[in-house]
């Protein structure tokens, strides 16, 4: 079964997450999978860049449950994101949930669209975005990062583009038409979709030389590749210890059975 989807457009490689059955969950398999395509493509002198994307409504939905990665390779294929030598950018166009947010944010730059949405849910389950936090600390505004580490609240793209999880909330043409006087969403300044709000970034990156793009990108991630030596196996640990206990077996149980957990007042 093919996982991840292949293609390539003027230096640009595509890598769609196609695993709809689990809403793209980050199984053993997909992260083993996404791992050699990233290194495939950083071997590939005519790649550019990559696209990191998505088939149906649901970018990445965590770890998968039923078949979790191991945490060292999880964490491993979002060092390898950060620390390839050729920009990442996310296009989300759906749902993000725990892990994935960790990996969207090893994401060089993402770009979300209006139907996307957004939540920690860890802290839900009995366990805490522990590895991720080595992409999304150093990313996300403090006070964001305390609320929805905290509460597992589900928040859309023009949030996180203020907190500073992506790049550009692409706007939304929901409801948009209802609005009087306008008779197309071209019509309304800002309104564009995902692939609209990508071109200009694409484009720049295809006019960036390969060198040049490899040490500009090596400047802003040096501090993030430093956090992964000194914190990761930390926080390995930490997931570990987590995941081995009563209180998230209880959760990961309850989300399986679609029921509230015990601890629910």
């Known amino acids: 079964m093919t996982l991840i989807v292949r293609t390539e457009e003027r230096g640009i490689a595509t890598l769609m997450l196609d695993s709809p059955a689990n ?23 005519t790649v550019r860049a990559v696209l990191l994307t998505h088939t149906g409504t649901t970018f990445c939905a965590g770890a998968d449950l039923t078949a979790p990665p191991d945490p060292e390779a999880f964490v491993g294929l979002m060092r390898e994101i950060v620390a390839l030598p050729k920009p990442v950018v996310a296009r989300v166009d759906g749902h993000v949930r725990a892990g994935g947010l960790g990996l969207l944010a090893a994401c060089d730059i993402a770009v979300a669209g209006g139907a996307s949405s957004f939540a920690l849910t860890e802290s839900r389950l009995g366990l805490a975005p522990a590895v991720i936090s080595l992409t999304l600390l ?3 505004d403090r006070t964001a990062a305390h609320r929805y580490y905290l509460t597992g609240e589900r928040f859309g793209a023009a949030e996180a583009a203020r907190i500073s999880l992506i790049t550009e909330a692409a706007g939304s043409a929901e409801g ?55 914190y990761a ?20 149980t309850a989300f399986l059975e679609r029921r509230d957990p015990a601890w629910v007042r």
């Not at 997909?30 to 071997?43: D, K, S």
């Not at 009563?246 to 959760?251: L, N, Q, S, T």
């Open 23 to 45: 809403r793209n969950a980050l199984s053993a398999e997909l992260v083993g999978a996404l791992r050699e395509a990233l290194a495939a493509c950083a071997a590939d002198d």
């Open 138 to 140: 150093p990313r996300l």
């Open 176 to 230: 948009v038409k209802d609005v009087e006087g306008v008779e197309d969403v071209e019509d309304v300044e800002g309104v564009k979709d995902v692939d609209k709000a990508l071109a200009p970034i694409l484009d720049g990156l295809r006019r960036a030389s390969p060198q040049g793009l490899a040490a500009s990108k090596e400047l802003v991630t040096a501090t993030v590749l430093r956090s992964f030596d000194q």
């Open 233 to 252: 196996e930390d926080l390995i640990a930490r997931s570990a210890a987590l995941f081995a206990s009563d209180e998230a077996r209880e959760g990961m």
